[in-house]
């Protein structure tokens, strides 16, 4: 032991801390995963595919794309897209993304189609610029299938997927599902889920838009629920999102399907200045229609009820059946409603509940059946931003109300853009310019441009009497057009 300790006392002192730094700075490097790049659209499993990089990462390694894959499609010819452990593929470098197809030949469905990812062991995968479309199963989850796993997904769309069974664009069973800044749009699937699918999981969605998912009639059955978003035993929770034109299953012999944008059973809802319109329930030909076009929330309770922030749900239909119309167009639901800030309901049917918990008693933000509440929103379209979103329009009653708040959760809406513009907050996703400027600015410009016409037809009058004088008839006729001209724009103007 003495020889040991005379050893480490003959130690330069420089040396240990050159070798301590240098522990600090590589380990961290080390852990930190590797970086692997596809450089091919192929699907064969070589060297370059994006196959061959998901099969040969580690955990914690990053999965990117050559600059010339930008736009590009990878169709898959092997079946769907796993992970052997957490992995990021992040396609944020490539300006136009990148698109991963289970559509192997662009012919669209087919039985030798498949779902684009389906993760099973628990891997937490992110991933950033994704395409995720041409799915297509003839059983349950028609573009991602995540079970028991985790999945985050940044500025993605998952789009123009199918399912035989239910969750057209995710089956999500016992996982995670995280978005942010998503569209999930145009999937269908004929079970429940037009769009997603979830099942003893959890989802939350901040900033997305879920748009057109639809459910195929059942042939000689009800109508599957969920046209938008299918729960069962999942909360579900929605930060300035949009959830527009999506429809339940229409039922052929028996009633149509429930919740046209939202379907939630036994589980907690909590929507935080969303705009949920224009989704529809199933129809009939011969039953009932479906209920809560919006909406529809059954087994609540405690901590299984609505929580609405500052939403906008109107404009929303329930089905139309033979035999009878659905109800509750807006919400349909036998769960307690919490309610904080303003909340705009187009039509309060079967959203009240009982005398003692009355959750929308008709108002200036809320409509009934008689006189339902027209929020004034435009279409659905691109007003900036990542996802398309529906602005309120001039007079709509979702515009800076008095009781609103002066303050948010959030600086900015759904685009991203600044969340209070006048003063007090909008109701909804999307906070709206101020019109009031736009239109004086509006009115200025078309001002000066009266003005300068003006000038200008003045001044070829006086040029035209000048030369009706000289007699020069032809800049006489060449002068003449033009008063005639100028007077046309000033009227268009």
Known sequence: MKNVKSYYTKLNPSWVTLFLSLC??????LSDGATLTVTKTADDGTVGTLRKAIADSMA?????????LDGATIPLQLGPLGAPGNLTIDASALPGGITISGDKTGDGPTLDDSAVFEFTNGAEVTMKSLTISGGNSSVNGGGIILRSSTVIMEDCTVAHNRAGGSGGGFLNSGGTLILKRCT???NQSVGGGGGIFNNQATATLEQCTIAHNSISENSGGVGANGGGIFCANSPLTMEQCTVAHNSAGDGSGFDGGDG???YISGSALTLTQCTIALNRAGNSDSDSGGDGGGIFAVGGGGSKDIFLNDCIVAGNLAGLGNTSDGNGPDINRDNLVTQTGINLIGDNTLATGAASTVAFPA????????SPLDALLGSLADNGGPTETML???????????????????PTDQRGFARIVLELLDIGAVE????AAIDAAAAAARAARRSALSKKLQKIKRKFKSAKRRKQDRKVKRFNRLIKKLKRQLRNT
């Open 260 to 262: 046209g944008g939202i």
């Open 363 to 370: 108002g200036e933000f809320v409509g009934t059946s008689a």
């Open 184 to 186: 999930v749009a145009h």
């Open 432 to 435: 709206a310019p101020d019109y």
């Open 392 to 410: 309120p329009l001039r007079g709509s009653p979702a515009l800076n109300p008095d009781l609103a708040a002066d303050t948010s959760t959030f």
């Open 24 to 29: 600090l700075t590589i380990l961290p490097a």
């Open 60 to 68: 914690g390694d990053i999965i990117e794309f050559d600059a010339d």
